[in-house]
């Protein structure tokens, strides 16, 4: 009797569990106050009640999320950088940022699980889980979405629906009350997506959509929200919102996380009440199949009595490269005056950081090695209290291309005058449009009227997101300061931040860094008696050492040969001048990396956050 009670028992208690266990795929994907057909503007409530609103504790949104049960969402890794989940708060059945919500219901988080082959350097395996405080009543306003399903197939031209509280426009924010966006955008194969943004940036684990012509797609503000394919009754998670080239230009469709390759991982997360997974099946012929560009792998078709067999062939392989400098491949620099650089402009361009914070500029000058300005340092620096940050734009927003690396070992040249400092990393970051070594003036002949670039990064410029500023000038006579050691050029502002960074000149289709910028605090200045808020919002002006009436006068990078030679061993050379490279817009994340600004934690806590993912903004 013992036995058969035994039995009686566990047949109770799996019928208990087998309801919960296919709960979610009873009720995933069917909103019931759904009925797009059309689209491109506001959404009307409870249309997409999977859509979550990430925001700091009492903050702001900076990312987007889709409830996947009721007690976890799915959102973009690139939405944290060491944030712990006591920071985070979720809103769902959220309709406006502003305003009342009368549907909607906050919890906070417990958990944040990212995906642990996630690579910031390129976005891939851009995602994450985020374990809600307490489980989630389902109501028509909030409910989950389903998820695409390991097997599941995305040809191009398939219509999906992305919707997020993102910019409308490049910097043009979401007017009051901030309602949430939808737009409709096809899907672009990935085939398609390689030879628009270089063949190798988009793998097997991103997803594209966008029109061809642009004018619709996901930008700054959220990323980590959904695209989802209907099929049937049922609405289908196929896509998390990464990153994008700009937002909305023609021939650069918006990337996102394919949701399909993660089947496995998030069932590995999420043991009970697992989230519900449907297999997505097209129909027709995927016309990617066809496309081809430079470097694209071939597709054959091998033809039997039955059977077509497709398959992949690859290009020849070839030996790599050698390391060239002075090759940027999305700068195309023909005009004057100060501006905002764009993503990859300047693909050397290194932010020397201290305890988290930018100190200096500096310029990648071999593979494991930066150059910078002696000043920025002390005369016995302690290298372990260095980072180095590669492929940066902006100080307080979205880095979806930076790799940080911490610096084993620093020395200062020691000449009379300027010195420099080199800085060895701690390993070799991937070089890509957005990190690419310069090449070093070892006795170059820059004339007079030769127009050269000033970059770096300050507190007082670029914006809220203190972009990486630029700035062209011309050689100069240097006059009196006439010396093989000097270059002149017209005089310009340097200020906080600009130390250590490059002047640089093109030669024969190379960039040649001719100096390092070497500034100092104005000794006009007294700062003794300013506070520290003071400080932060005036900050304090610096300018050049070596100032002559009407020209600026750099010590010439050839003048430390010798001692680059020795710390850096074979300096690298410039590509041939019969080499060409291409020329493409500069891409940006649809979303925000935290911001890094603030002497006090609660401001570095508040753009931290403020610039947090890369975002999603929608043109309709």
């Not at 012509?213 to 919102?241: A, F, H, M, N, Y």
């Not at 701690?426 to 310069?438: F, N, R």
């Not at 809220?464 to 093989?484: I, K, P, R």
């Not at 680059?564 to 979303?591: C, D, F, H």
């Amino acid at each position: 009797m013992a036995f058969y009670k035994m039995i009686r028992v566990a047949t109770v208690l799996l019928i208990l569990l087998l309801p919960e266990s296919e709960s979610q795929l009873d009720v995933c994907g069917q909103p019931s106050l759904n009925t797009r057909i059309v689209g491109g503007e506001v959404a009307p409530p409870g249309s997409w009640p999977w859509q979550v609103s990430l925001h700091t504790i009492g903050g702001i949104h900076f990312c987007g999320g889709s409830l996947i049960n009721n007690q976890w969402v799915v959102t973009a890794a690139h939405c944290f950088s060491s944030t712990p989940a006591s920071s985070v708060q979720l809103f769902l059945g959220r309709q406006s940022q502003e305003g009342s919500n009368p549907n909607e219901v906050s919890r906070t988080v417990t958990q944040i699980i990212t995906h642990p082959n996630y690579d910031s350097s390129n976005l891939n395996n851009d995602i994450a889980l985020l374990k809600l405080s307490s489980p989630i009543t389902f109501t028509r306003y909030i409910a989950p979405v389903c998820l695409a399903a390991s097997d599941s197939t995305f040809h191009a031209g398939i219509d999906t629906w992305v919707t997020g509280w993102g910019n409308i426009g490049s910097g043009v924010s979401l007017p009051s009350p901030q309602n949430l966006m939808e737009v409709e955008v096809p899907v672009v194969g990935n085939r398609q997506c390689n030879c628009n943004y270089g063949v190798g940036r988009i793998t097997e684990n991103m997803l594209c959509a966008g029109l061809r012509e642009g004018g619709k797609d996901s930008c700054q503000g959220d990323s980590g929200g959904p695209l989802v394919i209907k099929q049937g009754s049922r609405w289908i998670l196929s896509g998390i919102v990464s990153f994008g080239n700009g937002c909305a230009l023609a021939n650069f469709p918006g990337v996102y996380t394919r949701v399909s390759r993660y089947q496995t991982w998030i069932n590995e997360q999420i043991t009970s009440n697992q989230p519900g997974f449907i297999t997505f099946t097209p129909t027709g012929t995927d016309s990617d199949l066809n496309v081809t560009c430079d470097g694209l792998p071939q597709i054959t078709t091998t033809k039997s009595t039955n059977t077509d067999f497709t398959t992949i062939t690859s290009p020849p392989t070839t030996t790599s490269k050698p390391v060239v400098c002075g090759q940027a491949p999305r700068n195309s620099r023909i005009l004057g005056g100060n501006s905002v650089a764009t993503a990859g402009v300047w693909p050397w361009m290194a932010s020397l950081q201290k305890n988290g914070s930018h100190v200096c500029g500096g310029t990648l000058v071999a593979v494991d090695s930066v150059m910078s300005d002696a000043k920025c340092f002390s005369s016995l620096p302690v290298a372990s209290d260095w980072t180095v940050v590669l492929g940066r734009l902006n100080q307080n927003g979205s880095n979806p291309f930076e790799v940080r690396l911490n610096v084993t070992n620093i020395t200062l040249s020691s000449l009379n005058g300027s010195n420099i400092a080199v800085l060895k990393l701690s390993g070799q970051p991937t070089l890509s449009d957005y990190i690419q070594p310069i090449c070093l003036d070892t006795g170059r002949t820059f004339a007079v009227g030769t127009a050269c670039w000033a970059a770096g990064w300050n507190s007082g410029r670029g914006g809220e997101e203190e972009a990486l500023q630029e700035l062209q000038t011309s050689v100069v006579d240097c006059g009196n300061a006439s010396s093989s050691d000097n270059i002149c050029t017209g005089t310009f502002t340097l200020e906080q931040g600009d130390s250590g960074g490059p002047l640089m000149c093109k030669q024969d289709g190379s960039w040649f860094q001719a100096a390092v910028l070497s500034v100092e605090s104005n000794p006009t200045e007294d700062n003794s008696t300013q506070t520290n808020s003071t400080r932060r919002r005036r900050p304090k002006v610096y300018i050049q050492v070596f100032t002559r009436v009407g020209i600026q006068v750099f010590t010439r990078v050839s003048t430390f040969q010798s001692f680059l030679a020795q710390n850096l061993g074979t300096l690298l050379s410039p590509a041939s001048t019969n080499s060409s490279t291409t020329t493409a817009p500069a891409t940006t994340v649809s979303g925000g990396a935290p911001g890094h600004s603030s002497s006090f934690f609660f401001f570095f806590f508040f753009f931290q956050f403020l610039f947090l993912a890369p975002g999603l903004h929608l043109f309709s």
